[in-house]
């Protein structure tokens, strides 16, 4: 069946194409920072695709349009773009083409790519510059022609900012700015434009509502040795926010006055920025001030990221207490749910609302930190698959849900995933579900020296699914922000690296996802998720030994649990967890007959 | 005590010095070609220091001469080195300057650095050039001082070069040939110099014995389009040889000649080669050619190296056979250790020289493929100890003796370590043995998908090790040639990359060694090694998975084993190995009463 909405909104795109000579239109899943979440205003791929995951970028041309997006969403984008006409592109698999070698073999000599060029990184931009040159195409990057075509368009995000108190941080604006500035001297720069909105929101111990589920106000920082420029939308500058700038001698701009300002300015020493956070028009206004000043522009790695990444004494103390407090509310959930299940009509979607509102009651909450994941049956099996108010599964007491969730507060953000028995399931189910226990508990229990990364490590989790010649088709963790982002690097526990993922050694005080799974197609899903914080343990003539230490405390379902699978070691692992999840959540939960049921569940088995 | 001798070749040195107007003369630890073993020709800094070692660098000034060796022989150097006035540098200490730091805090304007350069490689001559160059001072790079002061000096290897026929390589040197030219072709170059001497060896299927424990003749290879041109010392070249290269259209030239032929060749293209195999005069000839045949130089890894590491059927079929039968004869000197241990005096070095003599045994064996490591108790302890004629220890019926060995053979090239009991051994030694044993196994029975490096899988051998904070100061596995050098890239099995490192993605062919380890300095030291050979699994949705096969069969010592340190899946793994290795190996030994050993040694174990 045809999708004429689609059809129709691609006719007129193609319309306004034409008008401006652009012959192919790129629309990535992006706003201008290169964030997790894009907020509706820039949610142009999903206007014109239909595809609502979130990682896909569209290219249109005169007759064709292709959408590319990666395994997570490969069955989701197949049934959401039914009767669109858009090809489905499946990233990284084999003989399928990248958009760029699409590009390079189907644009001809004079044709133009247009895309907005604050929605395209650095690195994108400058590829495409380079390789279209190469076939005698160009580019076109400072129109949003999406704009033009897209009716009742939603504004741009624009949410009072606040503060977050020395107290909450652990460390002030002041300090952090000090430590930024060595490190620009280290690169030799008098200047360094910081565009990554959760490491301006770190830097500046401020927060914002203009991403959804990431507490950060859209922004740009322009540090130098002697000031320190922040643009932001002046409407979301309460009096105190205000207060405070002015107390730490922050200038304000108005967030679209970055690009005069880059061109306004004048500088005596080279600039700092890292081209993987900067977008590529913020990108060319950067490069005319620098050959204006006559200086050089230094691409780094942004420092504010390893120095977020590595969690203060202050901040890890509050993450471990909210991890608690959260992790009991989603022992009295699961509790609600294996005991309204069949009492009850429950459904995915119904099931979310519920956790997500008893979350609320925990003081602090801000918000959400993603939007929880509740998937029934064969739905878990697609990895990032979203319920909605109008398309859900109805829950029944057989298989099991799957519920990835968490929720920024003051003092930390959270993540966890649980698969929650509610019937009948197959012992294939069970074989997999302790494999994937096993793993995540192997990965959680390991002893290693400093100097790793997690591409080290990621086998110690992975490696039981692997052992059934079964993979997951994702990272097994990625690190947290502290009320921050809820994916955030450079450390990462994957095993394959790909070239531009950010990636550094672990290091106490760092925090990362544990999550292995078992994803089979229309039949089940499984992913366990712990959270981990890195800490120091021996140091003797080998090195510096580091292990993990557990912040999620939440029953592992032991009815999906077959210790025939285990070994005596992980069934000891278990059972040791298990005992701490008591002891640690029990004293949180005023409901006796939870914590009776709590200890039924964190029973130890054979 | 001075040593007089020492101190008069260096004072001869340094007479010749200024007579060339050298301040500052280098002499390092290789050959021609960086061989991992230097002849006695190239060991000129054990000439002028008395250090024996196998790696270390000596610079002489006039009235100064410092020596720089790594941590495995501060202890050894320290004592070799006493009375003769060289200052000893340890490398990796904390505040020891590197040569290159010393160099240039000491070197003064217009002071020349000499050494020669056919014994640097590419790499640290340019550096040094340009370092030196800043502070105004110069190298010289094209004279072998230490050749006009060193009477007696042993001749240049120079042995009967000999050929392997196609059907032992499985690929004729013309097929060889044709794809490296593919590769010349994909870096877009007419040319290419090969200087690594196992790849020679490898594309022309012929083979030498220049370098100690290494079947390879000093050669360099200079490939066209059109021609291939082959450099070696012409005495090497027998009547089969000669009508050998003649039938492959090879042009022979003499070894020396290599530097006027690239000085007198004019070419049409860009010439390839690798930095890290070419030493630094070859380099500069190779840079004059390329600027008078106004072509560029291009520094790509020897695509040899990979064709060479991806063993070919035919290979593989002679690996598997040859490994089996030097696996029986290893199993048959454990017996004959066991049994002779208390009986008759057997010492380090009579143990070695007797499985030596068995290992001469077994038909079409050419040499050992490196001197075998025989270390008794604390010996063991030392990673690269070697007993010798005239210094070793005496076995007594306690303890354990390491044994690790190998041949090179009409077939394949060996490498396997086992650590043997003795006697009496305490339970901290089996606890270790116990977790190496673990290792070993584990990662010999892992399962992974294709596009893993060594880097992915080393924890499954070094967990066990790490899990008692414990570390072994070495990777766990490394490449293995066939009839070549016992350590060949580019695949390897580390946690750790380091800048310089070649590395590989794992594939079907490969074969990397398996060699866990725990040392205890001043009490023990085990190692357990066995070679895996990389084979493909299942393949299906998830890619393409791989796993080990087994190449070792040698019983893995139960006496040391406890089982109260295993799950019961390794105690599985350990069973089955066993079980393999008495049903593989017990066809091949005659002796009855060593299969009735073979089969006590190898009894399944709870």
């Not at 907020?39 to 999903?46: M, S, V, Y």
């Not at 049934?79 to 003989?95: A, D, I, P, W």
């Not at 200086?295 to 504010?304: I, K, S, W």
């Not at 998720?529 to 379902?557: C, S």
């Amino acid at each position: 069946m045809e999708n004429r909405t689609i059809m129709k909104r691609l006719k007129k795109l193609r319309a306004k194409m034409k008008d401006h000579g652009i012959d192919y239109y790129m629309m990535p899943t992006s706003d201008f920072h290169n964030s997790e979440y894009a907020a509706d205003f820039f949610k142009a791929r999903e206007y014109f695709t239909g595809f609502t995951g979130s990682n896909g970028t569209v290219v249109v041309s005169e007759n064709w349009a292709g959408m590319w997006t990666d395994g997570r969403y490969f069955i989701q984008a197949e049934k959401e773009m039914e009767g669109t006409g858009v090809t489905l592109y499946k990233m990284m698999n084999e003989n399928v083409p990248t958009i760029k070698e699409y590009l390079s073999s189907n644009m001809k000599k004079g044709q133009v790519l247009g895309f907005d060029g604050r929605v395209i990184n650095t690195e994108l931009g400058n590829d495409l510059e380079k390789l279209l040159s190469k076939k005698g195409a160009s580019i076109s990057y400072n129109r949003d022609i999406a704009d033009e075509v897209w009716e009742d368009r939603p504004s741009l995000p624009c949410h009072d900012m606040y503060i977050i108190t020395d107290e909450l941080c652990g460390k002030s604006f002041k300090e952090k700015l000090k430590d930024v500035r060595l490190k620009m001297k280290e690169n030799n720069c008098t200047s360094y434009l910081l565009c990554k909105l959760d490491d301006i929101m770190w830097l500046t111990n401020l927060r914002g509502d203009d991403v959804e589920c990431n507490p950060v106000a859209l922004s740009y920082a322009f540090i130098t040795d002697e000031e320190f420029h922040l643009f932001v939308q002046m409407e979301e500058v309460t009096d105190d926010v205000f207060d405070y700038c002015s107390d730490n001698d922050m200038v304000l701009h108005d967030y679209f006055e970055v690009a005069d300002f880059l061109k306004k300015t004048r500088l005596s020493g080279n600039i700092m920025y890292d081209k993987r956070n900067v977008n590529y028009s913020t990108y060319r206004s950067l490069l005319a001030c620098a050959k204006r000043s006559n200086v050089e522009l230094e691409n780094v790695e942004d420092p504010t990221e390893i120095m977020k990444a590595v969690k203060n004494e202050t901040e890890l103390k509050n993450i471990r207490d909210i991890y608690l407090k959260d992790s009991a509310k989603l022992c009295e959930f699961i509790y609600w749910l294996k005991n309204s299940i069949g009492k009850e009509e429950i459904t995915e979607y119904s099931a979310a609302m519920k956790l997500d509102s008893m979350r609320k009651e925990i003081p602090g909450f801000i918000e959400l930190s993603f939007p929880t994941i509740s998937a029934y049956g064969s739905n878990a099996a697609m990895m990032h698959y979203e319920a909605t108010k109008d398309d859900f599964a109805v829950l029944k007491n057989e298989g099991m849900l799957l519920v990835d969730s968490g929720a920024t507060y003051m003092g930390g953000t959270t993540d966890v995933t649980r698969t929650i028995v509610l019937g009948e399931i197959s012992d294939e189910v069970k074989m997999h579900y302790t494999a994937t226990c096993v793993g995540m508990l192997q990965l959680a229990n390991c002893n290693f020296l400093k100097g790793c990364y997690g591409r080290n490590l990621d086998i110690m989790a992975r490696g039981p699914i692997w052992a059934m010649d079964r993979d997951y088709k994702c990272g097994t963790g990625h690190g947290i922000g502290y009320m921050l982002n809820v994916h955030e690097g450079p450390q990462n526990i994957r095993w394959a690296s790909r070239p531009g993922l950010s990636d550094a050694v672990l290091q106490a005080g760092m925090i990362v996802s544990d999550e292995p799974g078992v994803y089979v197609e229309g039949k089940h899903g499984i992913r366990i998720e712990n959270i981990l914080e890195v800490v120091e343990g021996v140091k003797n003539d080998d090195g510096q030994f580091l292990h993990f230490n557990q912040l999620t405390f939440a029953p592992i379902d032991l009815e999906a649990i077959d210790t025939k699978y285990m070994q005596p070691k992980d069934i000891e692992a278990l059972n040791n967890y298990h005992k701490m999840v008591f002891e640690k959540v029990s004293p949180l939960i005023d409901d006796e007959k939870i914590v009776e049921w709590l200890k039924e569940a964190t029973r130890e088995v054979e």
